[in-house]
């Protein structure tokens, strides 16, 4: 507790202007910029997914499942940084118990459950079924009863019951791309709600939210379809990353525009809190929104991308121009962010003074927890590859029953 | 074939018992909702509407309210905790305003501040505003944090899970996270003091009368001589978060 | 019998049509159902019991953080409280400049003292570093309320000396002097000389008021006359400051070295 107030008393001291008393503590760290950058990987990817469901897009095959699974492993990560960061995680069960609906964040459980129950796991459920089947017959030991538990005793393999299977997976995935809209829409509602903060208070919040999520989920997908496929000593399915290059520029423009229009929009309006918004952009978030958010996240893999639309170029070095704006990307989205959640509590409410934010190494608000945070998605997921392979050489033949019954 | 007749019935008789459960339970859940919605008037007996005004010509910036305020409420020492604070404002002549709450005004002001230049300066006390339409209360998800019936903002300590959405929708930076119980935390008005007839500390405290606290709309009200003799107004009143803390002769520098 | 027949068939046929509905329905969906069943009636069975009691009983909180909040103690037990005793103090202020300023607000949270007045005795402030957080000049200060510079105004005298909290008139200075001496008259009113006629030490004759340069008053030409005060011996209040006649500069007149309008004390 000393040196919680002593760093306060520091952080007083480079304290520009006036700022309330109590504000010289910032409340919603490093953690809360964990939250919207894992839940914003959870929509991208499964709104990717969706697509190739929807648009039946062929060259995204490669990656549908991978992408499911991969949202989930995200997914599970999503609630941690926000229970972690709580005074009384203990008590974070009263949101199911009283949620106060006038709240925006009193929903958050609610989404979040939706999303996961009825959303993303049915959806695998369904797609994985017959797999799960088959595995849980074919399996010995351990792994059949989980395959068994699994299958919920649903194990009808005929033809009508994998149709069934089929357009049940359809019909999730259409409710489902208004439900990641919402869960990700939802949390950029959670910050532009909020009308005392005039840097978080926008209509346009919600959908900037959403179309950086999508551009981060579409980077994620990439960077992760190619991991996989390096460390699985396959080839490269060009047409694959070539699609998933070009969906990620034309989100990144989507994206960019509608961040500028947000910007511009400021600009123009020019309200009461314009002086210490651009006092702010301009000193205290100067790296992190103009260089790294805008140059190096958006403006310069959006050249990459264009660049290798306009002109042929060889397989090796567009694969490393997808890669290398993948990771520019997510940088950038984390990035932006930090902007947000950060940037938000930066300045007064008094609109006079700007406070300051150091980020800790240890403890539960600090660096190591965070990367902790960032790097379990990665160990879930290769518990999930494991347990169900997303790969197509991994889906099984069903003996298909109706044949059986034919002859 | 009988016998699988009557696993058929059985089955289907679960599967009633199943589906009728969770209905029941949902019928009985709905009416405690709705019976939770209707308030039970009659638990409060006299009915109040607290608010305090705030005579800004009278104060002069002592910061015994600060203190009172500290001690009455054991709000933590540290210069980071404040349930109500006093900020100086100094507006020059050419408009530059420089605004100023060491310690939050709880050991005074420094003198020292050179008078060339300067076209008006005062002291403005702040504290939780109670508005009658909270936006901290708006966005508590748990409903720990409510107006009670007599106006005045609370926060439920024990129930508080300490996620801090309160504290970024205030307007007023009213709000500070308890660094012993990670809860919000805030003004009462002296709950526990008013509730019991007498003043919140910091008006029981000032030796100017610049603060005055009593009932809305109750004719033998001192507040109603105040909003009868001076203009009034509150803090940013565009967010339309209805303040029950008026201030006379607020100067438009004060945010 | 034959109508208990039809009505037996009919049942029949009707129980099979379900039974072949439910047979139409998927098996997944089935275990689906079961499956959120369970969990649904799961969470408004655990939503039943551990939501508590007094939630929504008047709005979406707890009742019983409203009793908790009033349960809190006092600490500040107000003015009303203290006249009950100290009616002739409360006599005293409610007729002086002091009247709006609360006995707590200097002698600190008293509540302990009216539950037992002998095991806490409220604190009074005597020093002079604790008035000035009024009276001190600051230009924030709204015209019109006194206030003193703190490095002229009697430097080292706590306030207390010369004037009563509870009464607080400036003290007296005799002014019939003023008219013509006000540099004077200004200068010895914040001095520690502030109480003193100047007839104390000068004799004026009537007629200086009409001549003054023909009729001078007089001045104090011995040492004794200020010793009078001031020496070790004298008979005067104690807090006046001392020294030695027989060994304090020899010599020399007093108002040789002390201004005596603006005596100062080391």
Known sequence: ?407 | MKKDKKELTRREFLKKCAVSAPAVLLLAEAESIFAKNSPELSDHKEAHYFGMGIQIDKCIGCGRCVNACKLENSVPDEPFYFRTWVERYVVQVDNEVIVESPHGGGEGFPSNISEKGIARTFFVPKLCNHCANPPCVQVCPVGATFSTQDGVVLVDEDYCIGCRYCIQACPYGARYLNPFTKTADKCTFCYHRIKKGSNPACVEVCPTKARIFGEISLRSSPLTRFFRFNKVQVLKPYLNTEPRVYYANLDGEVR | MKYKGKLFRASKEATGDLNAKVGKIPQQLKSLFVLFLVLISLFFLLRHFFTPDTFGKYGHYRAAAIDSIMSQPLRYAGAQLCMECHDDIYALKIESYHRDVSCEGCHGPAIAHTEDPSEFVPPAPRERGYCPLCHEYNPSRPTGFPQIDLTSHNPPKPCIDCHDPHDPKPPHTPEQCSACHAEIYRTKAVSHHAPLLCTRCHEAPEAHKDQPRMHLPSKPTSRTFCGECHAMEADSPKDIPRIMMSDHGIGYVCWQCHYPHYPEVR
């Open chain 1, 1 to 407: 507790m000393e040196d919680h107030f002593e760093e306060l008393l520091l952080n007083l001291k480079q304290v520009v202007g006036f700022i309330f008393p109590n504000e010289i503590e910032l409340h919603w760290g490093l953690l809360i910029v964990v939250y919207p950058y894992v839940t914003g990987l959870v929509a991208g990817a499964f709104i990717l997914a969706s697509l190739e469901r929807i648009f039946n897009i062929e060259e995204l095959k490669p990656t549908y499942r991978l992408s499911l699974i991969t949202a989930l492993a995200f997914l599970f990560v999503a609630p941690l940084p926000l229970l972690s960061h709580l005074g009384h995680p203990e008590l974070s069960f009263e949101i199911f118990l009283t949620p106060h609906l006038q709240s925006a964040m009193a929903m958050f459980g609610f989404v979040y459950i939706w999303y996961l129950m009825v959303v993303l796991l049915l959806e695998i459920w369904f797609d994985y079924r017959k797999d799960l089947v088959v595995w849980s017959r074919n399996e010995t030991g351990l792994k059949k009863y989980m395959y068994k538990i699994l299958t919920l005793g649903a194990t009808d393999l005929s033809d009508r019951a994998l149709r069934f299977d089929k357009k049940a997976g359809k019909f999730i995935t259409i409710i489902g791309i208004p439900s990641a809209f919402i869960l990700h829409g939802y949390v950029g509602f959670i910050f532009g709600s909020v009308k005392a903060n005039p840097w978080w208070s926008s209509v346009l919040m919600p959908i900037v939210f959403l179309f950086s999520a999508i551009v981060s989920g579409i980077a994620i997908m990439i960077l992760i379809y190619g991991f996989t496929t390096l460390i699985r000593w396959k080839k490269f399915q060009m047409g694959c990353l070539d699609k998933l290059g070009s969906y990620l520029m034309y989100a990144i423009i989507l994206d960019l525009s509608l961040e500028l229009l947000d910007f511009i929009h400021r600009l123009y309006e020019s309200e009461e809190s314009i002086k210490i918004i651009s006092q702010m952009v301009s000193s205290r978030l100067f790296l992190s929104l103009v260089i790294i958010q805008l140059i190096l996240g958006s403006i310069l893999p959006l050249v990459g991308l264009v660049l290798v639309r306009v002109r042929p170029l060889p397989d090796e070095l567009r694969r490393l121009i997808y890669f290398g704006s993948a990771i520019l990307v997510q940088v950038g989205i984390f990035s932006t962010r930090w902007n947000v959640v950060v940037g938000g509590q930066l300045f007064s409410k008094s609109f006079r003074g700007l406070t300051i934010y150091k980020v800790q190494v240890l403890g539960i608000e600090g660096l190591l927890m965070s990367i902790g945070l960032l790097l379990l998605p990665f160990v879930i997921l290769w518990a999930l590859i494991k347990i169900i392979p997303p790969w197509p050489e991994a889906e099984t033949v069903v003996p298909s029953a109706a044949a059986e019954r034919k002859e």
